[in-house]
Nanobody, 124 residues
Framework: QVQLIESGGGLVQPGGSLRLSCACSGGTFSSYAMGWFRQAPGKDREFVAAASKRGDITRYADSVKGRFTISRDNAKNTVYLQMSSLKPEDTAVYYC?????????????????WGQGTQVTVSS
């Protein structure tokens, strides 16, 4: 059974930075495309970023392009989301997702496996 455990969320001021981590266990990490999604109160879950199985291809939502960076370390079974220049509209629960396919499919259909989520709040 694949388990995804997110960490690194918290409260940050506008313009600040945070790094989220997602540790994967119970599966072959390098066989999954990995991604991040988020859900703000009263809104649907939305795609944020995705990385291919080797991490050489990345994809981003337009709303975070240039501010967020996804990366993965297959030796540590971990995917990261570095978030910079944070805005109040980035406030949401952030979820890690794994897909037994490529990052394009992950982006379109979501994950086969999901983490429990970590709260990110951007506020002064």
């Amino acid at each position: 059974q694949v388990q995804l455990i997110e960490s690194g969320g918290g409260l940050v001021q506008p313009g600040g930075s945070l790094r989220l981590s997602c540790a994967c266990s119970g599966g072959t990490f390098s066989s999954y495309a990995m991604g991040w999604f988020r859900q703000a109160p009263g809104k649907d879950r939305e795609f944020v970023a995705a990385a291919s199985k080797r991490g050489d291809i990345t994809r981003y939502a337009d709303s975070v392009k240039g501010r967020f960076t996804i990366s993965r370390d297959n030796a540590k079974n971990t995917v990261y989301l570095q978030m910079s220049s944070l805005k109040p509209e980035d406030t949401a629960v952030y979820y890690c997702a794994a897909k037994e396919s490529d990052s394009t499919v992950l982006r379109r259909l979501g994950g086969d496996f999901w983490g429990q989520g970590t709260q990110v709040t951007v506020s002064s």
